[in-house]
Nanobody, 120 residues
Framework: QVQLVESGGGSVQPGGSLRLSCAASGNINVMGWYRQGPGLQRELVAGVTSRGSTDVADSVKGRFTISRDNAKNTVYLQMNSLKPEDTAVYYC?????????????????WGQGTQVTVSS
């Protein structure tokens, strides 16, 4: 059983930045971030493999960066130029699937979620 512990959420003004962290209790090949906004379905944000391959959703490309520290079993999501539409609960995920460089689906392990609110 893999446990995921997230941190780094909060409130920020439009144009601001936040960095989310997710520490896993074990070494998992594919880790990623999903988010669920108010009244919306959960959607993929970004994923990364243990070799460093990344995939980022078009809606956040150029603003969000995913990275990981394999020695710490930790994945990060650096969020810049935040917009009100980025407001959501962000969930860390582990055990998903990458195919041909694309993050295809999540795995069975989820973090508890961390709230990100972008508002003036």
């Amino acid at each position: 059983q893999v446990q995921l512990v997230e941190s780094g959420g909060g409130s920020v003004q439009p144009g601001g930045s936040l960095r989310l962290s997710c520490a896993a209790s074990g070494n998992i090949n594919v880790m990623g971030w999903y988010r669920q906004g108010p009244g919306l379905q959960r959607e993929l944000v970004a994923g990364v493999t243990s070799r460093g391959s990344t995939d980022v959703a078009d809606s956040v490309k150029g603003r969000f960066t995913i990275s990981r520290d394999n020695a710490k079993n930790t994945v990060y999501l650096q969020m810049n130029s935040l917009k009100p539409e980025d407001t959501a609960v962000y969930y860390c995920n582990a055990g998903g699937l990458f195919v041909n460089g694309k993050y295809q689906r999540p795995g069975g392990y989820w973090g508890q979620g961390t709230q990100v609110t972008v508002s003036s």
